[in-house]
């Protein structure tokens, strides 16, 4: 008789949603720890596209606390291992006696850090060899639907390790057990090493600018020669065609946005320690050189470092869609977005600016049935606008004005969308257009930072895309003068 886990989420990006609910839509017991995106999620559920997957499962259990869930028999770990010292409050609510903890975060030193805190016996280890992203709270896209490999911190496996790999297996998901854990680990760590690291040193890439490049190909390929290495020297035998079969696998995914470019984009802290700090350590220490690891090691943590101190006042900012009259491109705008929101933070703030003071801008697109609600309730006029932006960080945007507007004035909708947002910015950063003065100042200085976020969008992929140009045809036309609400 197969045993029936209940199971909690720790960590509800990417990697928690899409196993979760790949196991909620087999019929597990799954709980989900989600301390925002609450409100997408209670309307659409999770949904997973690509790679012959169609995947919507609309009920998940989701809750504020770990104390709300209660002791569960299984818990997957998927935070960064950036928040590991919040697991030490957020795990005891969820251990009875004999609860297992899978962790499936990347890099080396997350069950050491497990067993020190909450004992070895409980810890298993899983990698997930897989290309996902979360365009949105709720939307998984698949680049490839890889495996996952389990194995126990302390010893070879157990019957409940094959035990929690047939729970994944039950839910469709390719799944084995493995007798070497620290294997694996490193054997991952040949693709997330050159990968996350040059994704973001290179300039903000993707796999397949990578290896379209002829010097950032030869230094991956020079990476995980070194990876290799380093394992072969901890005693692992981790064998040289490693490197071109995951070259092969990588350049049949296509463009693929590596987690560390995400995070890097989004202002996130980078898991530098765990995915090349601990590693450049253990390999130092077995009398490995690793030069390179070193260098790239380096180059991350003196961006990271300048990033975080130019971001420091800098809000988060999110792209959340509330309308279904218009297929939008939630991944380009939210990459506008955060460019946008960087080159506002690059003029001086006006006197009754509010953004530096924000936390969170999140800006919302909305139909113009919506639109005009707003538009009435706050602002005592009747039908659709373009925009709304309030005080306290939220910016409304109508898609279906901006269709109607981008038609008139000659634009594309994204470009539309893309100018909205960035005039909510400018009115959080203390601009207003309640004089002539002022209307032009405004429009001077909005104009002036879109074309300066699109030139610095554009050089990205005149770079690294072998000076093919990909144009959008926002690209491609003027931003027509027009006075925004």
């Given at each position: ?15 928690g ?12 017991d ?9 409100r ?54 969820l ?7 899978l ?20 810890v ?34 157990r ?22 854990l ?104 077995a ?33 959340h ?10 991944e ?8 946008a ?7 001086p703030?006006?006197?009754n ?18 639109m ?32 109607k ?6 634009n ?13 910015l ?60």
């Open positions: 008789m197969r045993p029936t886990f209940r199971i909690a989420v720790v960590g509800s990006g990417a990697i949603c899409y196993y979760g609910a790949k196991l909620v839509a087999a019929g597990r799954v709980h989900f720890l989600m301390r925002g995106d609450i997408e999620i209670d309307r659409c559920g999770i949904r997973i596209r690509g790679q012959g997957q169609n995947l919507h499962v609309r009920k998940i259990k989701h809750y504020q606390s770990t104390q709300e869930i209660r002791p569960c028999d299984l818990v997957l770990i998927a935070v960064k291992t950036t928040s590991n010292r919040d697991l030490l409050k957020l795990l005891p609510p251990l009875h006696e004999k609860t297992m903890l962790t499936l975060q990347n890099g080396l030193g997350n069950e050491k850090f497990l067993a020190q805190n909450f004992g070895a016996a409980r298993l280890g899983g990698l997930c060899f897989i290309c996902i992203n979360r365009i949105s709270p709720g939307v998984i896209d698949c680049y490839d639907r890889g495996r996952v490999a389990i194995g126990e911190y302390k010893g070879g496996p019957p409940r390790t094959r035990q929690v790999a047939a729970e994944f297996k039950r839910s469709g998901v390719i799944c084995g057990v493995v007798e070497n620290v294997l694996e680990r490193w054997r991952k760590l040949v693709w997330n090493i050159p990968f996350n690291g040059l994704s973001v040193t290179a300039g903000g890439i993707d796999t397949a600018a990578i290896l379209a490049n002829e010097r950032l190909r030869a230094e991956t390929f020079a990476l995980m020669d070194e990876v290799i290495t380093a394992a072969n020297k901890c005693g692992l035998p981790l064998p040289r065609t490693e490197a071109r079969k995951q070259i092969k696998r990588t350049e049949s995914v296509g463009a693929f946005k590596p987690s560390t470019l995400i995070d890097f984009e989004a202002g996130r802290p980078l898991e530098i320690e765990a995915i090349w700090g601990e590693p450049m350590r253990q390999a130092a220490a009398g490995a050189a690793t030069p390179r690891l070193r260098k790239l090691y380096s180059a991350l943590k003196a961006l990271d470092e300048k990033r975080q101190s130019d971001v420091l006042s800098i809000p988060a900012i999110t792209v869609n509330r309308q279904r009259a218009l297929r939008v491109s939630l380009a705008l939210q990459s506008f977005a955060q460019h929101l960087r080159a506002c933070f690059k003029i703030q006006k006197e600016g509010v953004l530096a003071k924000l936390s969170e801008v999140d800006v919302i697109l909305v139909s113009d049935r919506r005009s609600e707003l538009h009435r309730r706050f602002l005592h006029q009747p039908g659709p606008t373009d925009v709304i932006t309030f005080q306290h960080g939220e910016i409304f945007v109508s898609t279906e004005t901006a269709r507007q981008a038609r008139h004035f000659g594309s909708v994204e470009q539309e969308m893309r100018l909205y947002i960035m005039h909510g400018l009115h959080l950063h203390g601009f207003d257009d309640k004089d002539r003065r002022a209307v032009a100042e405004m429009k001077r200085t909005q104009e002036t930072l879109v074309a300066r976020v699109d030139r610095a969008l554009r050089r990205s992929i005149l770079q690294w895309r072998g000076g093919r140009i990909h144009k959008h045809r926002a690209t491609e036309r003027a931003i027509h003068p027009r006075r925004l609400n």
